[in-house]
């Protein structure tokens, strides 16, 4: 983590206004895929039973569905690290903004649904450590 941006909780916070629509959109694509790969899975199920009476090109339009989906959800997490911003969870719409602390480097920890950057944590320490703001004594 030594060539990136760091970025104060005012800066974070300025940043949700790009970030949190990113963010939505990440989950909403990785919703999806899931759903995508569940229906090819399905398929590739009654494929190898025997068919069934499956048209192929019922199996070929769920894999380009999900290869589609897959795609879409990479560009968005994409657009949110050309911003600077780890994305940790694209599940749940977890991202962290790299910032330093009392000289050390630490991530202000956001997720989809908070209204506000309101939580930081330690770089080992993960969403389980998350502490509120302000950061601590000499940041």
């Not at 990479?74 to 994305?87: D, M, P, T, Y």
């Not at 962290?96 to 050390?104: I, K, L, N, Q, W």
């Not at 920890?109 to 993960?126: M, P, T």
Request: hydrophobic share 40%; glycine share 10%.
């Amino acid at each position: 983590m030594s060539t990136h941006r760091h970025f104060t909780p005012d800066e974070a916070n300025a940043a949700l206004a790009e970030v949190r629509p990113l963010a939505e959109r990440m989950v909403e694509r990785y919703r999806e895929l899931e759903e995508c790969q569940e229906r090819r899975d399905a398929l590739r199920r009654q494929v190898g039973g025997n068919g069934g009476g499956l048209d192929r090109r019922e199996l070929a339009t769920a894999e380009d569905a999900v290869h589609t989906r897959a795609a879409e959800l990479a560009a968005a997490i994409s657009e949110i690290q050309e911003l600077g911003v780890l994305v940790k969870d694209p599940a749940t719409g977890l991202v962290d903004f790299p910032a330093r602390a009392a000289g050390e480097e630490v991530l202000l920890c956001w997720q989809l649904g908070e209204d506000a950057v309101e939580f930081w944590h330690s770089l080992e320490g993960g969403f389980a450590g998350r502490r509120p703001l302000p950061l601590e004594e000499g940041d």
